[in-house]
């Protein structure tokens, strides 16, 4: 699946399902939420904290759900999410193009 079907897919799923999206501002506290869960299972998974007895942890569906609320925002707010990742790919690499070469602390 390409951005743009992404964008069009969950632009139908809302006006099919969803009635209509949720306000950019709950979007944003949503989009945290999900971040928050992600991160939960990161911890779990690579840090030094275990998963609860019964805890969910599907890191594919946490990051789903980022993406998805991601996508939401970017449509409801005019964001061409294909647009704005080239774009700021060609910014990143003019930007670092020997930065992360030149870091002695990559490295290690």
Known sequence: MTLDELQQTVDA???KYGVRYFSE???MACLTEEVGEMARIM???YGDQSFK???KHDLGDEIADVLWVLTCI??????NLDKALK???EK???RDAERHKNNIKLRQ
């Open 87 to 89: 774009k700021n790919i």
């Open 43 to 45: 911890a779990r998974t």
């Open 13 to 15: 799923w809302i006006k």
């Open 25 to 27: 501002l709950t979007n």
């Open 74 to 79: 970017a449509n409801q707010t005019g964001v």
């Open 92 to 94: 990143k690499t003019k």
């Open 53 to 55: 007895e019964g805890e």
